[in-house]
């Protein structure tokens, strides 16, 4: 265990102090590019509007003979476009993987300073992350970098869900963790074929009530048990929880339950592979108006948070406050960003 004095204290002399609390951001949808592809990174200012985080993608789902184009891609769009308030990330090699360190040194070397995170796949453990902050300290101290990059971890591994904790809690740096379904799934030897989402044939049969009726069949979420225990680990961290991947495009409604169960289990966001799915993710992970003006009514009855009210037949009291200041903080930072949101919201 590190000494807590030394918790704070930058891991190469010349990085810049790890943050003490976390920005305060938007990110509901981390939306996935291919950086090699020039007529995507074409299409990047467009997006820039249209999302909270642009992630260049340069591990799975880019051939290994494209890397390289990748990570130049990335640098190239990096350098093009002023994201202003829109985040951008970078999801490097996977530390088992010869491209891992040259995806570190040469992005911090390059775009060090317009980087919020680096998203770091098939975390397995604490160990994990102490290499990666080491790693981007040194090269932060190396350029001059005056904002220290966040760690984001996939959790995607059998290992990887046993240590959740003690990834979440590794080090200052880390920003928040998001489920890989696909990954886990392969690690668990599952037996699907898919990235993320349900699966027909996980369920409960009702009892039978009565001789040679049709019995009731519920599908269940095979994600739930990962997912809420991902959530607790980031809750208690202080960081924040994400659902990854919904691959079936073909499927919105499936795409949507999803989104809304990670929401309503308390993350922050998703992430978008195509752009069918980012209106999904906005619409899901932006509460819903009414909820909202309900969640107002509960924080301006109790001005200081305490006590007991009724509002239409419901108690209210400190712990309802709370979810209250979730929903409207929530509400406010949207309607910061995007000024449709804000006129149904209508907050004081
Ligand atoms: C994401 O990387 C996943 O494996 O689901
Ligand atoms: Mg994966």
């Not at 928040?176 to 699907?192: E, H, V, W, Y």
């Not at 979420?221 to 960081?239: E, F, R, S």
Request: charged letters at 20%; proline letters at 7%.
């Amino acid at each position: 265990m590190k000494l807590p004095r030394n918790f704070f204290r930058p891991l190469a002399i010349g990085a810049p102090s790890p943050l003490r609390e976390p920005p305060v951001k938007l990110e509901r949808m981390i939306h996935f590019v291919p950086p090699h592809v020039q007529k995507v990174r074409a299409k990047v200012p467009e997006l820039i509007s249209q999302v909270d985080v642009v992630l260049g993608n340069l591990e799975d789902a880019v051939a290994a003979d494209a890397k390289t184009a990748a990570r130049a891609g990335f640098i190239e769009m990096a350098k093009a476009y002023d994201f202003g308030t829109t985040g951008l990330w970078v999801r490097i090699n996977a530390l088992n993987s010869p491209w891992m360190p040259d995806d570190v040194i040469e992005i911090l070397g390059a775009v060090g300073d317009k980087l919020d995170a680096v998203m770091l796949p098939k975390v397995e453990g604490a160990w994990d992350i102490y290499y990666l902050d080491q790693l981007l300290a040194q090269m932060e101290a190396r350029h001059g970098l005056q904002k220290p990059v966040l760690i984001h971890a996939i959790l995607e591994t059998a290992e990887g869900v046993e240590n959740v904790s003690n990834i979440a809690m590794a080090s200052p740096r880390m920003h928040g963790i998001s489920l890989g379904p696909a990954d886990l799934a392969a690690s668990r030897a599952m037996k699907t074929t898919r990235v993320g989402g349900g699966h027909p044939e996980y369920k409960v049969l009702a009892d039978v009530a009565e001789e040679g009726a049709p019995r009731s069949v519920y599908q269940q979420d095979l994600w739930h048990y990962t997912l809420a225990k991902m959530v607790d680990a980031c809750a208690a961290a202080g960081i924040k929880p994400f659902y990854g991947p919904f691959g079936d495009f073909s499927d919105p409604a499936g795409c949507e339950v999803q989104f809304r169960n990670a929401f309503l289990m308390g993350c922050a966001g998703a992430w978008t592979l195509h752009p069918s799915q980012v209106p999904i993710a906005k619409r899901v992970f932006s509460p819903d108006p009414a909820e909202v003006e309900f969640a107002s009514r509960i924080l301006h009855a109790m001005p200081d948070g305490t006590g007991a009210v009724m509002i239409d037949g419901k108690m209210q009291d400190d712990a309802t406050w709370k979810q209250a200041k979730v929903l409207v903080d929530l509400a406010r930072l949207i309607a910061a960003k995007d000024p449709e949101m804000a006129g149904s919201y209508r907050l004081s």
